[in-house]
């Protein structure tokens, strides 16, 4: 059975369209450049991180995030960012009895931003910079499951990428939701991956809760 579900923050719960257009801003580039490059390396199968590359040859996403903050133009996020599903799944998750959290790459900053908007939502808020490892890295599900008062294989963990999210999560033994927006999986929804590899392929958040109850009824 499923008693907790997981959410990564890009793309999934977050829609990242406003920040990375800031980013395109920061390095004096069109946006829709910008976002065409970066299309253009992911359905190349490249690291997301090489479109900056292509703009600047060796550019440093760290060194650059700090550079912003020291500017007055740090990376942010906030309500408005949110995909409109959000918090209406969230609630009928919790309505539910499930115990749910959040947990994807994401800086100490994000982090602070995210327990802002969620820490009355969600029993988990992890990131990255706070555990000291990086999806697709098998040590992040790790600390995933051991945050998470449920066996592993009751673990659905929910996110936007085959490489980063579902592959990993799957062979940490979770079961996992892919959610079809963002680059990633618009680019990529078609492919064997994509198809075969989650338990759930959803639109929307808010099919989870249906799909989540179907699964838990097939199992007693």
């Keep these: ?100 959290g959040i947990a994807g790459n994401q800086t100490v900053r994000a982090g602070r931003i995210l327990r802002s908007l969620f820490s009355n939502d969600v029993d988990l808020i992890g990131t990255s910079d706070d555990w000291g490892a990086s999806k697709p890295d098998p040590e992040f599900f790790k600390r995933v499951a051991a945050s998470v008062p449920f066996d ?14 579902i592959q990993p999560a799957r062979e940490a033994g979770m079961e996992t939701a892919l959610v079809h927006r963002g680059p990633w999986a618009s680019i990529l929804w078609s492919t064997p991956e994509a198809r075969e590899l989650p338990t759930f392929r959803v639109d929307s958040l808010l099919e989870l809760p249906g799909l989540i109850r179907e699964f838990n009824g097939s199992a007693r």
């Design 1 to 100: 059975m499923i008693r907790a579900v997981v959410f990564d923050v890009g793309e999934c719960l977050v829609d990242e369209t406003r920040e990375y257009g800031t980013w395109a801003d920061w390095l004096g580039v069109p946006r829709h450049t910008f976002h065409a490059m970066f299309g253009a390396v992911i359905a190349q199968g490249r690291d997301y991180r090489e479109t900056f590359q292509e703009f600047r040859p060796g550019f440093d996403l760290y060194e650059e995030r700090e550079k912003r903050a020291a500017s007055g133009q740090p990376e942010t996020f906030g309500e408005e960012d949110l995909y409109p599903d959000v918090r209406p799944a969230l609630a009928e998750l919790r309505a539910g009895g499930l115990w749910l």
């Design 152 to 165: 592993v294989n009751e673990i659905l963990y929910v996110g936007d990428r085959c490489d980063n999210d």
